[in-house]
């Protein structure tokens, strides 16, 4: 051990105690031992130090700090460099405001288009989603500060977050859910990690032996600490045993009790708990010490620059008839949409920012040379139909030669802890577009939102771009491109199918009781559009310029592939070289081609460069469920180059050195997967896939309700009061919806478990007492009565022990056995 004499001095109470934290933000200090805290703030999109009370949703109001564009938004750069820039300025302004630990970048994988956090997440895909989150990390640890990527792992839903059980096959846990993860360990060495809410096939992810220690500790090279999401610990004790570090917020006393107690009755092995120590204390030591020779480097205008930069280099441009875009000289032009006036730049929930500045399109636009003829609302931010906005949007528009029509997704559409119901734009903007198109104008439309959307509109209009969420300054960022300052460069990171329905998981997603059942496996997004040959809106990868770019003189060699890029537009500009991989005559199924290889390349007018993509240990392997391995299939591999995943202009073939695989998969009764047809199996089509019978997915309403069931549950309970409870719960949750405005703390309740009350209340609440509260819950109300003040009077003795170990056992009730 590393800190073996720092270890030996302390008391198992105090040991106890650092595997929670010491507040919602900090970790626990020894000064006695020179042992610092740590803070841990909320990120990536910017920094949520709360000066006042802290509150894990932000309720509260944290310090100014720059708002970036969000992770979906960054990864439609596919630039690397730029990531790892707004990791570095992060890293810096964490340093400013003596924060440690960033709680970012987010790379679960985006299952489905209608996951309220996909604006936090980068792709649909693992390799991007993997490298972005990469450079990030070694942006923000450069300045000393620590990243800690979430929600680790199949983390892809919001409906009941906290309670469900993500049902995956070996192969897409490994290819498609943990593939990100694995990228972002080995090549940039996080100092800690956050385990998600849900179970993974059963067992929670921060309590997940195969999971933290099998994988990311041993296969990974891991060496930084487990922290488990906020009110995420499920059994304390197991967390501890099975590689987690952290339980967060704190619990108190009552939290460290348990390891007390697990220690001396030898559930928990202080060897191990000494090993959580060590490993703790090493990379808090280590992140104090290397702090203290860093300064600030960035200044705030320095940051507010960036981000419009960032914002810019993010925008893609979906569609742009008879180069209607970049806007000319001498038009006239009309602003129609209420996101021209209040910007909409992130999402809600755990990552909300207080930015130190906004900028809107209505201020923004006097910065450039443009003729505006006038500004109308448009629309009800809040999805009422309001003829009157439309018929005034009409009057500003009939004085204009073109509308620039601001639309997107509104705030309650993007929010931690509710899932989208469909992927439409809400219809009062919709209702406006076909007004103003009966105007025979030239209409451009700017799109903000953090995820695919249905496009039924797209032919009445001449042009679009697509921001996402482009952050403080994404307005000048937005103009910038609109203008012709910045040529666009974005390509999607992820596809945009034509309607919902069309989606793999679109009747499975979400998982409405205890299971998330991942049916389609490794089929998500183009890898399931391409191998069934379903046509998309714009594919994965898509993205338009002002510029044209040929590529020729394409060579490929054992160690990657090189080709000519050549600029013979009009305009200065960036190019995304794409690779894609393929087998055509694999013994498994597999999808047509996977990304495993990108490069960005910006190009003068009349420049051409060579541009070279590696292969690397990702390009050529499949998991082996049955060897529980990764191979490489021996053969035959397609390689396809090209500017997105439907447009690559070059194929061919490369022979691979491997395994020669016998029948894993039993083709007859996978067939399905074979073909890809996945977006309609059954439970028992699936099971084969999974190897296992698939029980107890639904919950049984019968039973008594138990410490991980859902507050949301309570309609069926006993107890009329607890059915009182939770309508009153639920009108407050619908009435939040209905005014567009996101009550965090409601949606967070509503699909939180009982334990959670536990684990969110900072000591405060024991287990004995959740187990009380359960008993009235359950229809036993004197009884629950009863014990829940036997509960509160020992919690508050139990709050006030220096020495846990003095405690009288039979005080606390139940003693782990």
């Not at 949703?57 to 992770?71: D, E, F, K, R």
């Not at 930015?355 to 399109?361: F, K, R, S």
């Not at 119901?421 to 700017?446: S, Y």
Request: charge should be negative; proline fraction near 3%; hydrophobic fraction near 35%.
């Amino acid at each position: 051990m590393e800190n073996r004499e720092r270890i030996e001095k302390m008391t198992l109470t105090e040991k106890a105690r650092m595997m929670s934290g010491a507040s919602i933000w900090k970790t626990v200090e020894l000064p006695d031992l020179d042992i610092p805290a740590l803070f841990l703030s909320d990120g990536p999109t910017g920094l949520r130090k709360q000066s006042g009370s802290g509150d894990h949703l932000g309720l509260n109001a944290s310090i100014p700090s720059t708002c970036y564009p969000t992770a979906a938004t960054i990864a439609n750069s596919w630039d690397l460099e730029l990531a790892e820039t707004i990791g570095r300025f992060l890293g810096d302004e964490a340093l400013e405001q003596g924060i440690d630990v960033i709680l970012g970048p987010g790379l679960n994988t985006k299952r489905s288009p209608l996951c309220g956090r996909n604006f936090e997440y980068f792709s649909e895909d693992p390799y991007l989603s993997g490298k972005m989150a990469a450079a990030y990390i070694k942006g923000i640890q450069e300045n000393g500060v620590a990243a800690c990527p979430k929600h680790f792992a199949a983390n892809s839903q919001e409906l009941r977050r906290m309670a469900n059980n993500s049902v995956v096959d070996e192969r897409a846990l490994r290819e498609i859910y943990l593939t990100g993860f694995e990228i972002a360990v080995k090549e940039a060495k996080p100092k800690s990690i956050m385990t998600a809410y849900n179970r993974i096939n059963g067992i929670y992810a921060n309590e997940h032996h195969y999971l933290l220690r099998e994988i990311l500790k041993d296969e990974w090279g891991f060496d930084g600490f487990v922290v488990s999401d906020w009110g995420g610990s499920n059994d304390h004790v197991d967390g501890v045993k099975n590689g987690s570090h952290l339980e967060m917020p704190g619990t108190g006393n009552a939290g460290a009790l348990e390891i007390v107690e697990a220690v001396e009755s030898g559930v928990l092995s202080e060897s191990i708990l000494d090993e959580r120590i060590d490993e703790l204390l090493t990379v808090t030591l280590a992140i104090h010490d290397q702090k203290q020779t860093q300064q600030v480097k960035t200044t705030a205008k320095e940051r507010n620059a960036f981000v419009r930069t960032a914002a810019a280099q993010s925008v893609v441009l979906l569609k742009n008839n008879q180069e209607t875009l970049p806007l000319k000289a001498l038009e006239k032009l009309a602003i129609i949409g209420d996101f021209a006036k209040d910007s909409r730049y992130q999402g809600a929930g755990s990552s909300l920012v207080n930015p130190t500045e906004v900028d809107t399109i209505l201020e923004a636009v006097s910065d450039y040379d443009l003729e505006i003829v006038g500004f109308a609302q448009g629309y009800d931010r809040k999805n009422k139909l309001d003829n009157g906005l439309v018929n005034e949007a009409k009057i500003v528009a009939e004085k204009s030669d073109m509308i620039l029509l601001f639309m997107g997704l509104t705030e309650i559409s993007e929010v931690e802890g509710l899932d989208r119901e469909h992927m439409k734009l809400p219809k009062n903007q919709e209702v406006l577009l076909h007004e103003l198109a009966k105007l025979n104008k030239k209409i451009v439309v700017i799109l903000s939102g953090g995820s695919a959307i249905e496009m039924p509109w797209l032919e009445k209009v001449d042009a679009v771009i697509h921001c996402y969420l482009g952050g403080q300054a994404g307005a000048h960022g937005a103009l910038d491109v609109l203008t012709g300052k910045v040529n666009p460069s974005g390509k999607l990171n992820e596809s945009y199918p034509l309607s919902y329905s069309d989606t793999p998981a679109a009747y499975y997603y979400p998982g409405k009781e205890y299971d998330a059942e991942y049916r389609e496996s490794i089929f998500v997004g183009y890898r399931y559009y391409d191998k069934v040959k379903k046509e998309v809106l714009f594919p994965f990868g898509f993205g338009l310029s002002y510029t044209n770019f040929s590529c020729t003189d394409f060579v490929v060699t054992e160690q990657g592939i090189s080709c000519l890029v050549e600029n013979n537009g009009k305009l200065d500009g960036a190019e995304v070289l794409q690779l894609y991989i393929g087998k055509k005559d694999s013994a498994i199924f597999r999808p047509t081609k996977e990304l495993k290889g990108f490069k960005k390349v910006f190009l003068r007018q009349g420049e051409k460069a060579t541009v070279t993509i590696p292969f690397d240990i990702y390009t050529f392997r499949f998991f082996n469920p049955e060897s529980n391995q990764w191979e490489i299939e021996a053969g035959e591999y397609t390689i396809s180059v090209g500017t997105s995943s439907q447009d690559l202009p070059f194929e061919t073939t490369i022979e691979r050195e491997g395994v020669t695989l016998k029948t894993i998969y039993d083709k007859e009764n996978l067939a399905p997967y074979f073909s890809g047809e996945v977006n309609r199996l059954s439970k028992t089509d699936f099971e084969i896939l999974y190897q296992h019978e698939i029980t107890g997915s639904m919950w049984e309403r019968e039973k008594e309700l138990g410490m991980n069931d859902t507050l949301s549950q309570m309609f069926y309970a006993k107890s009329m009061l607890a059915r009182g409870i939770y309508k009153i719960l639920t009108r407050m949750k619908d009435k939040s919806i209905e005014k567009g405005e996101p009550n965090l703390n409601i949606l967070f309740n509503y699909n939180m478990p009982f334990r959670a009350m536990a684990k969110m209340t900072g000591g405060n609440i024991s287990q004995s007492m959740v187990k009380a509260i359960l008993l009235i819950v359950n229809g036993h109300l004197f009884k629950g009565t009863n014990r829940l003040l036997k509960g509160y009077f020992l919690n508050n003795k139990v709050k006030k022990i220096k020495d846990l170990t003095k405690l009288e056992r039979n005080l606390e009730g139940e003693k782990r056995k």
